[in-house]
């Protein structure tokens, strides 16, 4: 039986981890993508700042993640074809990704996580 209570209690703690990082990856777009509405930002200003949530929140390192910013124009906008946030206007949909491979948060390595993506998405209208 000690085996089976072993593995079951390894298996709970590596799946409360994927959770957890899957919450902060989450909560991280949301940040982003709020700080990329504010008037003034741009593209490496929301970049650094995501990077820097999921570095204090989760202690992963910066070199492992991308962060994407998509602009779409709203109806009557001018169209932003280098999703560029300084050339954003008003009422524009932003959309904030960033994925994170399983293999750099995982404590316990693990075959059946190996290669997955977590990934955390946010979108909001330019203020």
Do not use: W
């Not at 204090?56 to 124009?73: E, G, H, K, L």
């Not at 750099?104 to 330019?126: C, F, H, N």
């Amino acid at each position: 039986m000690l085996p089976f209570f072993t593995t079951l209690v390894f298996g709970i703690i590596k799946f409360e981890r994927v959770f957890l990082i899957m919450q902060l990856v989450t909560n991280a777009a949301r940040e982003g993508c709020r700080r990329a509405v504010i008037d003034g930002s741009t593209n490496n200003e929301v970049t650094h700042y995501t990077q820097t949530f999921m570095q204090t929140s989760a202690n992963v390192a910066t070199a492992i993640r991308t962060v994407t910013v998509i602009v779409t124009p709203a109806t009557g906008n001018t169209a932003n074809p280098t999703s560029d946030l300084a050339s954003s206007a008003s009422r524009d949909l932003v959309h904030v990704k960033m994925p994170i491979g399983c293999n750099a948060v995982q404590l316990i390595s693990a075959k059946y996580l190996s290669g997955k993506t977590l990934k955390g998405e946010a979108s909001m209208r330019q203020e």
